[in-house]
C-alpha cells in the first residue's frame, strides 16, 4: 500500500522534492492526517481522494510502515 505514496513522497517515504517526507514520521501523526483527508477536513489536492480508497485498518498498516524510517 505504501508504493503509492512514492510518486509524490519519495521511495519508502523519504521525499527528494518539495513534497514532505513520510519517513520517521509518528504513526499516530500520519494515521490522524490521513484520516483527516479521508473525511474532507484537511485540504489536498489530491490526498483527500487517495485516502478515501482506505480502511481504517489499512491506513494503520501504511502510518505503522512509513513511521519505521530509514530502520527497515
Same mark, same amino acid.
Given at each position: ?14 521525499? !527528494?522534492? /518539495?513534497?514532505?517526507? @513520510? *519517513? ?8 490522524? $492526517?490521513?484520516?483527516?483527508?479521508? +473525511?474532507?477536513?484537511?485540504? !489536498?489536492? /489530491?490526498?483527500?481522494? @487517495? *485516502? ?8 494503520? $498498516?501504511?502510518?505503522?510502515?512509513? +513511521? ?5
Amino acid at each position: 500500500m505504501a508504493a503509492g505514496c512514492a510518486a509524490c513522497h519519495g521511495t519508502d517515504g523519504i521525499s !527528494a522534492g /518539495v513534497i514532505p517526507s @513520510l *519517513a520517521g514520521q509518528p504513526a499516530s501523526a500520519l494515521e490522524a $492526517a490521513l484520516k483527516e483527508f479521508r +473525511a474532507g477536513m484537511r485540504p !489536498a489536492t /489530491v490526498m483527500q481522494q @487517495l *485516502a478515501k480508497g482506505y480502511s481504517d485498518e489499512q491506513i494503520r $498498516a501504511v502510518a505503522a510502515y512509513l +513511521a519505521q524510517g530509514r530502520d527497515r
